[in-house]
């Protein structure tokens, strides 16, 4: 019976309670399932159509989780509401040979995506390596996995400019969620107000060459 389960698309996909995102369109529903080293997406359209689609965790250039919290709109000198905090999980993805894409998932459990995102680049780094993921997950469940075990000494790729400029003011969750942390991003959003720990490097990144066009 476990074999035959095996067998399902969806079998070991962790799925993800119903959130919003800006692919194909923005403002689109979706429900996010990560596994099988792939994020997938069942977007409904404005049109009210059902599109599916996975993103391959080997074609994510880099990701980032931050949150926003809405700007006060009241009188001056009001005392201010309750704010919701929005997370955002966004990824750079190699849409085409030469043409990279941001895609960003709102989301309460964005932090649980960006960890789940983690886990499969350090899988995908492991058998690389030839390593075993039992391993890997006996390791981690001791405390005893470094990074090195699933970087092994492969350069992280150079970061681009951030996706958009016209983004609102932005509070970042920092990358170590031991000790969660907010500080502030200024509103221009360039790559010189996000440093290099602000984003996390796909180590399992693949370019496409033109045999795969």
Same mark, same amino acid.
């Given at each position: 019976?476990i074999r035959l389960? +095996?067998?399902?698309?969806y079998y070991?996909?962790l799925? =993800?309670?119903?959130?919003?995102?800006?692919?194909?369109?923005k403002?689109c +529903?979706?429900?996010v399932s990560a596994?099988s080293s792939?994020?997938?997406?069942?977007? *409904?359209?404005?049109?009210?159509?059902?599109?599916? !689609?996975?993103?391959?965790v080997?074609r994510? *250039?880099?990701?980032?989780?931050?949150?926003?919290?809405p700007?006060?709109?009241g009188?001056p000198g009001?005392s201010?509401?309750?704010t919701e905090v $929005?997370?955002?999980l966004?990824?750079?993805?190699?849409?085409?040979k030469d043409?990279?894409q941001?895609v960003? /998932?709102?989301?309460?459990?964005a /932090?649980?995506l960006s960890?789940c995102?983690?886990?499969?680049?350090d899988?995908?780094m492991v $058998?690389?390596s030839?390593g075993? /993921?039992?391993?890997m =997950?006996?390791?981690?469940?001791?405390g005893a996995l470094?990074r090195?075990?699933?970087q092994q000494a492969?350069?992280s790729p150079?970061?681009l400019?951030s996706?958009?400029a016209?983004?609102e003011p932005?509070?970042?969750?920092?990358?170590k969620l031991t000790?969660?942390?907010l500080?502030g991003i200024?509103?221009? !959003?360039?790559?010189?107000?996000? !440093?290099?720990?602000?984003f996390? !490097?796909?180590?399992?990144f693949e370019? /496409?060459g033109?045999?795969?066009l």
């Amino acid at each position: 019976f476990i074999r035959l389960a +095996q067998t399902l698309k969806y079998y070991g996909y962790l799925k =993800f309670e119903p959130c919003v995102t800006d692919f194909p369109e923005k403002g689109c +529903q979706v429900i996010v399932s990560a596994g099988s080293s792939e994020l997938n997406f069942q977007v *409904r359209l404005p049109s009210e159509q059902i599109k599916e !689609g996975s993103f391959k965790v080997t074609r994510m *250039r880099c990701w980032r989780v931050t949150s926003s919290v809405p700007t006060s709109t009241g009188p001056p000198g009001s005392s201010p509401g309750k704010t919701e905090v $929005k997370l955002e999980l966004a990824f750079e993805y190699l849409m085409s040979k030469d043409r990279l894409q941001w895609v960003t /998932i709102t989301s309460p459990q964005a /932090i649980m995506l960006s960890i789940c995102l983690q886990s499969m680049v350090d899988e995908l780094m492991v $058998k690389k390596s030839g390593g075993s /993921i039992r391993k890997m =997950f006996r390791r981690r469940a001791n405390g005893a996995l470094r990074r090195s075990d699933s970087q092994q000494a492969v350069k992280s790729p150079p970061l681009l400019d951030s996706p958009d400029a016209s983004r609102e003011p932005v509070l970042k969750l920092s990358s170590k969620l031991t000790s969660v942390s907010l500080r502030g991003i200024s509103h221009s !959003g360039s790559a010189g107000d996000l !440093g290099a720990n602000d984003f996390h !490097g796909n180590y399992a990144f693949e370019g /496409i060459g033109d045999e795969d066009l």
